[in-house]
């Protein structure tokens, strides 16, 4: 497989894949706020880096076969995927990942840059980035701000089909407590984002 084909160039690809996303997202925002459509719920969280990982795509690929799809779309956020990504370099920061893939080549994806700018690779330049896959059935928010990613299932399925694979991702509180905090200034947590946080994360599964 050429890795950089699963970057998206065509339009309409991206718009399509885009479209889809906003079904799931609140794009225009970012956390605290709530970045999820009020059909997605039952949040987990996990840390960014850990999502950035070869490791990661071992539940990613678990997830989508549990979704009966066969890939998986992955959008950077922040940068623009269209005034930064494509406007600079002719493409989008859109990928669609075939669960065919390796671990090996999912972290090759993540270190490919342009080839003018290897630093523009989304493992490097990258601060807002959604996961999901075609059935949007699930959907994975990461902002590298706070070091954490969020999970969250579609209210009309059963959470628990999903639990076997989230067994590890912690609740809100869990991840304020337990690694959040270490991206903060002092590694105190401002008290009005930690309530915000809590308020909008805490009904976890």
Known sequence: MKIKNVFVKEVNDF?????DINRIFNVEKGLPEQVFNEKFSN??????DWTMSY?????????AIRSNDDQI?????????????????????CLKLPISMEN?????????????????AILYNSFTIVW???????????QREYGVSIIAINNELDSKDFLPYLNLWKTADEAMNGWMYLE????????KLKELFAKNYSNSV
Not at 104 to 120: H, K, Q, V
């Open 184 to 191: 903060f200034k002092d590694q105190i947590i401002p008290r």
């Open 55 to 63: 490791k990661f795509w071992d539940l990613l690929k678990a997830l």
């Open 15 to 19: 718009r399509q894949i885009y479209n």
């Open 104 to 120: 090996t080549e999912y972290f090759e994806a993540l270190e490919i840059g342009p080839d003018e700018s290897p630093a523009d």
């Open 132 to 142: 999901t896959s075609p059935s949007m059935k699930w959907g994975i928010w990461g």
């Open 43 to 48: 949040f987990l969280c996990e840390e960014f």
């Open 73 to 93: 779309f992955m959008m950077v956020l922040d940068p623009n995927p269209v005034d930064y990504y494509h406007k600079e370099f002719n493409y989008y920061s």
